[in-house]
């Protein structure tokens, strides 16, 4: 098998770049492309001398339909508003993607689905091993739980972050409704202010801090009478996300066309 060629759409990002050195490093991978955007101080630059690196002769483009021409899959890291135009050349191209964008819309996530039909792709809120294995224990507590622990999370990002709550605070609390077998939409509470009143039964709390530089960290609290469980996952650097999505990469490259999440990659799923 010969190297993996991968694309990286917002490639001058934090995660962008960090995906580029991890791709640098594998044997068994190279780079396509890279997409910035046309205003970006980047474009036209050597994508290895962006991460620091010496050069490989792939200037950072905004020519979104060069980058999948040359890309056997493509790893997005960009943002919302950047989103349909990309899945959409995904579909075009029959390009496999992981995609590692937060912030998307409901509308978003359905045309997830759709393209899911006629291309391989992983959606992923966070790519860590981690917290993909904290998912599958938070299903597992509140499906073990009795019904009157209360389940509230908290998610504390850096003050650049412009989601919230975060992408992965929302598969948590995902995966506690999914244990307790209710519909997550309807049990809900995004944010709390003023006089709400007594906590309804069932619902699933969020409160999000935004501060400093803080990577990523997330907390389940099931709280009942009497005592009180609280699971965490801390993230220290942001390198496991982008060898996260590079194995996520390597994998979907093989398979058929659907919809999976890094539980699947990571051979999670019962």
């Given at each position: 098998?010969?190297?993996?060629?991968?694309?990286?759409?917002?490639?001058?990002?934090?995660?962008?770049?960090?995906?580029?050195?991890?791709?640098?490093?594998?044997?068994?991978?190279?780079?396509?492309?890279?997409?910035?955007?046309?205003?970006?101080?980047?474009?036209?630059?050597?994508?290895?001398?962006?991460?620091?690196?010496?050069?490989?002769?792939?200037?950072?483009?905004?020519?979104?339909?060069?980058?999948?021409?040359?890309?056997?899959?493509?790893?997005?890291?960009?943002?919302?508003?950047?989103?349909?135009?990309?899945?959409?050349?995904?579909?075009?191209?029959?390009?496999?993607?992981?995609?590692?964008?937060?912030?998307?819309?409901?509308?978003?996530?359905?045309?997830?689905?759709?393209?899911?039909?006629?291309?391989?792709?992983?959606?992923?809120?966070?790519?860590?091993?981690?917290?993909?294995?904290?998912?599958?224990?938070?299903?597992?507590?509140?499906?073990?739980?009795?019904?009157?622990?209360?389940?509230?999370?908290?998610?504390?990002h850096h003050n650049k972050k412009i989601d919230a709550p975060s992408g992965t605070a929302l598969s948590l609390g995902k995966a506690a409704?999914?244990?307790?077998?209710?519909?997550?939409?309807?049990?809900?509470?995004?944010?709390?202010?003023?006089?709400?009143?007594?906590?309804?039964?069932?619902?699933?709390?969020?409160?999000?801090?935004?501060?400093?530089?803080?990577?990523?960290?997330?907390?389940?609290?099931?709280?009942?009478?009497?005592?009180?469980?609280?699971?965490?996952?801390?993230?220290?650097?942001?390198?496991?996300?982008?060898?996260?999505?590079?194995?996520?990469?390597?994998w979907v490259s093989n398979q058929s066309n659907g919809l999976y999440s890094m539980r699947d990659v990571l051979g999670l799923k019962a």
């Amino acid at each position: 098998m010969g190297e993996l060629s991968v694309g990286i759409i917002g490639a001058s990002g934090r995660m962008g770049m960090m995906t580029i050195e991890a791709v640098i490093d594998d044997p068994m991978a190279s780079i396509g492309g890279g997409l910035v955007r046309q205003n970006s101080s980047m474009l036209g630059r050597d994508i290895g001398s962006i991460v620091g690196r010496d050069a490989i002769a792939i200037a950072a483009t905004h020519d979104i339909a060069k980058v999948f021409s040359d890309s056997d899959v493509i790893i997005d890291f960009s943002l919302p508003d950047a989103f349909t135009e990309i899945l959409s050349m995904a579909v075009k191209t029959s390009t496999p993607i992981v995609i590692g964008t937060t912030g998307l819309t409901k509308i978003q996530e359905d045309t997830i689905n759709d393209a899911a039909r006629t291309i391989a792709l992983v959606y992923a809120s966070n790519t860590s091993l981690g917290i993909n294995l904290l998912f599958a224990i938070i299903e597992q507590i509140s499906k073990a739980l009795p019904a009157d622990f209360d389940i509230d999370i908290l998610d504390f990002h850096h003050n650049k972050k412009i989601d919230a709550p975060s992408g992965t605070a929302l598969s948590l609390g995902k995966a506690a409704a999914k244990g307790r077998e209710m519909n997550f939409d309807e049990v809900a509470k995004l944010s709390r202010e003023g006089e709400v009143g007594r906590r309804p039964s069932g619902e699933i709390g969020f409160a999000a801090l935004r501060g400093g530089n803080v990577i990523g960290e997330h907390s389940v609290i099931f709280a009942g009478a009497g005592e009180r469980l609280e699971v965490s996952h801390k993230t220290s650097g942001r390198e496991i996300y982008a060898a996260g999505a590079l194995r996520a990469a390597h994998w979907v490259s093989n398979q058929s066309n659907g919809l999976y999440s890094m539980r699947d990659v990571l051979g999670l799923k019962a």
